[in-house]
């Protein structure tokens, strides 16, 4: 009896979780091909914000990475459909902002950018949903391939 109880308490604490990994496996496939053909797969972020509360600014998700000089990297999102806004990256050297998906004059979002490094060193990445709104998402880092 006690081996069932054990087998019943596992299948309700795993499921979930494997529901959800399946789901973010999914997401990462469909994002790195949405990378394109001519960029490199290096690394994921994957992306799970609540909603911001009055007055409070949107919840972010910062990432550090080092890149190489002379490189060419693509930053990709795709946020899951049920999330409630859409899922934006900006790269920052130290405290400058030196690329987004989301091109503040049009309001517009892109799903990805292109970013020649000059300068090899720390570069942070942040994550966050328009509006301050909940969400999931998936960030790839990819190699752009020289021509």
């Known amino acids: 009896m006690k081996e069932f109880k054990f087998l019943i308490w596992l299948i309700f604490i795993m499921i979930p979780g494997f529901l959800y990994s399946q789901g973010n496996e999914e997401l990462l496939s469909q994002c790195i091909s949405t990378s394109g053909k001519d960029a490199t797969y290096l690394k994921d972020f994957s992306i799970s914000l609540p909603e911001a509360t009055n007055q409070q600014r949107p919840p972010v998700s910062k ?10 990297y693509r930053f990709t999102v795709c946020t899951e459909d049920n999330s409630k806004s859409e899922a934006i990256i900006q790269l920052y050297d130290t405290a400058r902002l030196i690329a987004s998906t989301l091109d503040k004059k049009t309001g517009k979002c892109y799903k990805s950018f292109n970013f ?22 998936i960030g790839i880092l990819s190699y752009v391939k020289k021509k």
């Not at 990432?63 to 060419?72: H, M, Q």
């Open 116 to 137: 020649h490094c000059s300068k090899t060193g720390p570069y942070n990445i942040f994550f966050y949903f328009k509006d301050g709104k909940k969400g999931n998402a």
């Open 63 to 72: 990432n550090s990475i080092i890149l190489r000089k002379n490189t060419t």
